[in-house]
């Protein structure tokens, strides 16, 4: 780039009023994709769609069709995990064949998870276990 063009472009940038903002967006898009992203293993079955801001609507098709959706995923794809978008948040679902490996691991107690929810639900201050 010769010196005479990149001066050029430093004052269109600098006197353009519309470019700096749509620049300021687009970094700030990117860094918000690259931050917020989850990467993980399992599939999604019921996200969000690519404009949808909350998961306000996957979440509410979950509490209408929870049995559809599950036996769809169950039926199509057997013996492997997957997550779902329900009205507590992100659950992973395990297949049956896991609950052995998984029935002595404290990070998976039931109990647990249930009082969380409760607690979230009924807006109390949790007791730590």
Do not use: C, W
């Amino acid at each position: 780039m010769l010196p005479g063009t990149l001066q050029a472009v430093r004052l269109h940038f600098a006197y353009d009023p519309l470019l700096s903002p749509l620049v300021m967006v687009s970094i700030l898009a990117v860094t918000y994709i690259l931050l917020y992203s989850k990467t993980t293993v399992f599939d999604l079955v019921n996200g969000k769609t690519g404009y949808e801001i909350s998961a306000a609507r996957a979440k509410s098709n979950f509490l209408r069709n929870a049995r559809k959706i599950l036996s769809d995923r169950l039926n199509k794809v057997p013996g492997k995990p997957f997550r779902v978008l329900a009205d507590i948040g992100e659950v992973t679902i395990l297949p049956p064949d896991y609950a052995h490996e998984i029935r002595n691991d404290e990070r998976f107690s039931f109990t647990k998870a249930a009082y969380k929810v409760l607690a979230v639900a009924k807006q109390a201050v949790p007791l730590t276990f």
